[in-house]
């Protein structure tokens, strides 16, 4: 990559640092979600960092002014944005997960005793039979956690933990479902997703922290 393409980059921070005069609200979390939720796509380094170009900048302010200004959802926001900058990738139609108990067997690694303790302690369940993206992603977690020692009767913690999470999650958006108004449960599907990843990176951090203590750090 040569100096001028680099200097053309810019990390989340430098990001954020242009777009909180206008918008103080506007958080990492928040860019992270919007990247998530498929409205903007930035580049990755081999490191995994972000790496944001002025486009991006530019799509975001959009995004932001829309929420801000005029109140519109993110899937309204998506199809104004396709019409404004063309339709990213990631905001093209994803082939659906569904897996039946051999595919998901193979596909996280594991065998037919941890999947039937992963039911048996409620970690995860098909729906009509199949398996979906986010029954695969906990299969294949706690298949490596094994080799940790750590398999599903561990984890009951972690699942409640999870519960308390989707408990803050409901009580939140529960006023915007009792106003029962047009788009009302758009809007709540969105504040659910952006509270959702907040409860995540938090729960990261405080994991973190508590780790660093635990080893002396």
Not at 17 to 35: N, W, Y
Not at 79 to 98: H, I, Y
Not at 156 to 166: G, L, P, T
Request: hydrophobic share 40%; charged share 30%; glycine share 8%.
């Amino acid at each position: 990559m040569s100096s001028q393409a680099a200097r053309s980059h810019m990390s989340i921070g430098e990001v954020l640092a242009l777009l909180q005069g206008e918008f103080p609200d506007v958080t990492v979390s928040k860019i992270r979600f919007l990247e998530g939720e498929g409205l903007i796509e930035p580049e990755r380094s081999p490191s995994g960092f972000r790496k944001f170009t002025h486009l991006h900048v530019e799509q975001l302010r959009f995004i932001l002014t829309e929420q801000r200004d005029n109140y519109l959802p993110l899937r309204v926001i998506k199809d104004k944005m396709a019409e404004s900058f063309g339709r990213p990738r990631v905001l093209q139609d994803k082939q659906e997960v569904r897996l039946s108990r051999a595919e998901l067997l193979e596909a996280a690694g594991i065998d037919e005793e941890t999947l039937e303790e992963l039911e048996d302690y409620g970690l995860l369940a098909p729906v009509a039979r199949r398996y979906d993206e986010e029954a695969l992603t906990v299969a294949r977690t706690v298949g490596s956690l094994s080799r940790f020692g750590l398999h599903a009767r561990h984890l009951r913690a972690v699942k409640a933990a999870a519960e308390r999470e989707c408990g803050l999650v409901e009580q939140t958006v529960a006023p915007i479902l009792k106003r029962r108004a047009p788009g009302a449960i758009g809007e709540a599907d969105e504040a659910a997703r952006e509270l959702s990843t907040l409860l995540l990176d938090l729960h990261a951090s405080l994991v973190r922290t508590g780790v660093r203590s635990v080893l002396g750090g």
